[in-house]
């Protein structure tokens, strides 16, 4: 059965810091991995899938992932993050039709 | 992408009533789910709407409790029927688009669903 796994419930980073939210998947096949981003009372927002071709994969508001097949893992990273980076981000895989979610991880940046 | 206009965006209800959730898309889509994030939780797939048939549940979600219709390619409801507290959840409807390489999915604003 395809899963994804987010190991930590939270993050807290410092502003202006790099940071990294933590996914690993199971998937029989090739993997489509996906990050979403949800703000308080709002809706769910992309930030990046990966579907084939480069492992490094560049997405919305500064966001990049890295895919890691050795590894299973495909992290979210930013170089430098912002207090308005603060939000639920979780993690999916692509299982057959629907979206499989991990279970999120709350970001923190303090200013 | 396609947009996706979900209504209500929240409702308290009372136990034991009905609610019933919409999803209007403004292009044809082949694939559209309903989702459930109860509080402080993960999105957890409740069905695929499949147009022209019924819907295909996942384990542990039942067609007398959460029926779901499709009529055509850019709308379906939910209803989430016989409420108890428990139900009080955001409902999310998604669809798919398949690209040409590769795909992807865009969700509704949610519904907020609060049952008392």
């Known amino acids: 059965a395809q899963s994804v796994a987010q190991p930590e419930d939270q993050v807290n980073v410092a502003e202006g810091n790099p940071l990294t939210v933590k996914c690993t998947y199971s998937?029989?096949?090739?993997?489509?991995l996906f990050w979403y981003v949800q703000y308080p009372n709002r809706g769910l927002q992309f930030l990046l899938k990966?579907?084939?071709?480069?492992?490094l994969v560049k997405g919305s508001y500064g966001f990049e992932a890295e895919f890691n097949k050795s590894q299973t893992s495909f992290h979210l990273k930013k170089p430098s993050a912002l207090v308005s980076d603060s939000a639920l981000y979780f993690c999916a895989v692509g299982a057959g039709t629907a979206l499989i979610f991990g279970k999120g991880t709350t970001l923190s940046v303090s200013s | 992408s396609a947009v996706i206009s979900q209504k209500p965006s929240r409702d308290i209800c009372q136990r034991g009533t009905s609610l019933t959730i919409q999803c209007q898309v403004d292009s044809q889509v082949t694939m559209m789910f309903w989702y459930r994030q109860q509080p402080g939780q993960s999105l957890t797939l409740i069905a695929t709407?499949?147009?022209?048939?019924?819907?295909?549940?996942e384990s542990g979600f039942v067609i007398d409790k959460f029926p779901i219709s499709r009529p055509n390619l850019t709308f379906s409801t939910l209803t989430v029927s016989n409420m108890s507290p428990e139900d009080s959840s955001i409902y999310l409807c998604s669809i798919r688009q398949d690209g040409e390489l590769s795909y992807g999915y865009t969700f509704g604003s949610g519904t907020r669903l609060t049952v008392v």
């Open positions: 998937v029989s096949g090739n993997p489509y």
């Open positions: 990966y579907i084939t071709g480069d492992n």
């Open positions: 709407a499949n147009q022209g048939s019924e819907a295909t549940y």
